[in-house]
């Protein structure tokens, strides 16, 4: 061979290599994995990052708990050292994740690292699907978040990850930050999996809801009078709410006739007590919130079936004070309003509750 035809031939294979390596490794590997539809509808404008709190647990086995719990799930969880990103639940649906911005933002679980080598590979992986996402999107880096930024944007939560997960390996908040955005100025896409939909919708395979927005019933106990009869929605007059004036609650129900409601109480005696996911007056563990005090507070969530967009809304008055306190609209997070019904310390003796797509109607 001729000097020259070495020289084409060494100046052809470094042409190979550099177009090989300008070609980004398919390194992480999402996969499509929904175990839940959220607890409604977003509009999300922000990606924040988390981490799970709960060292060593995989990604997977977050799947599997939000598969049988999703009060906490998040859209995305990536394996522990970054391999692998399971989507749990659509971008669309609200997670409940950062507290009052949860409508605003799609959020990623890192599972929590508990060796160098891991948390290493799972820090590149991290960067470059967090620019993969943004980019997916047309979001830039501003639209960048992580839990603890959210706690001072909107308030409603006091989490700081992932700033003390990435502390304890040498890293920061802004070292993240500032890779993520060197990152997306190559342009590269680096993972194995398709590109987010800019105006996610949300799927046409649910079950339609009924026509006209879901109505919720629900009833006091109110000692010396016993359970009182259903309310369903709101009105005027004394139809129009449950409880009877100046005498304070002691047990709640509540329904509805399509999607899912959750309901808690605050007592006198015992403070928040559990969630409660049915309507039984006759179960007064499982089937209806409150512990035999006064009550003088309640929180409630509704879950939509997924084809439209639902929340409740309730108010309540006390027999301390004249009129009814300001509307909740669910536990306060998808608005900047109050996380409750009621004013604790005076026993709630009235309850109004409405579903509705906009605000409700509610009168008298």
Request: net charge negative.
């Amino acid at each position: 061979m001729t000097d020259t035809a070495k020289r084409a031939t060494a100046f052809a294979a470094a042409v190979a290599l550099a177009l090989t390596l300008c070609v980004p490794a398919l390194a992480y590997d999402q996969q499509e994995d929904i175990v839940s539809d959220g607890h409604g509808a977003n509009a999300a404008q922000y990606l924040v990052i988390h981490e799970t709190a709960n060292p060593g647990a995989s990604a997977y086995n977050h799947t599997l708990l939000y598969s049988r719990d999703d009060t906490y799930a998040v859209h995305y969880v990536m394996e522990l050292d970054g391999s692998v990103v399971y989507h749990t639940v659509p971008d669309w649906a609200l997670c409940w994740h950062v507290g009052n911005g949860n409508y605003a933002t799609v959020g990623i679980e890192l599972a929590h690292a508990t060796n160098s080598a891991d948390f290493n590979k799972q820090w590149t992986e991290a960067v470059k699907w967090a620019g993969d996402y943004l980019q997916s999107r047309g979001w830039g880096i501003d639209r960048l978040l992580s839990h603890n930024d959210c706690r001072y944007i909107w308030g409603g939560t006091d989490h700081t990850d992932p700033t003390g997960y990435f502390a304890s390996y040498g890293k920061s908040w802004a070292d993240f930050k500032a890779a993520v955005r060197e990152y997306m100025a190559t342009g590269q896409y680096s993972g194995n999996t398709t590109a987010g939909d800019p105006t996610p919708q949300q799927p046409a395979t649910k079950p339609a809801t009924p026509a006209g927005s879901p109505n919720v019933t629900y009833a006091a106990f109110v000692n010396g009078y016993g359970w009182l009869d259903d309310v369903t929605n709101s009105g005027t007059g004394s139809d129009g709410f449950a409880g009877i004036p100046f005498e304070p609650m002691r047990y709640i129900t509540m329904s509805v006739d399509a999607g899912s409601v959750r309901y808690r109480v605050h007592t006198q005696a015992s403070g928040w007590l559990d969630w409660v996911y049915e309507s039984d007056k006759s179960d007064y563990v499982y089937g209806a919130a409150g512990d035999g005090s006064v009550i003088d507070g309640l929180q409630a969530y509704y879950t939509s079936d997924g084809t439209s967009w639902y929340q409740i809304y309730y108010r309540a008055q006390d027999v301390d004070h004249v009129g009814y306190w300001d509307t909740v609209c669910d536990d306060g997070t998808t608005y900047g309003g109050d996380p409750y019904a009621g004013c604790l310390g005076s026993g709630m003796d009235r309850l109004q509750a409405e579903i509705s797509d906009d605000w409700p109607a509610m009168v008298g």
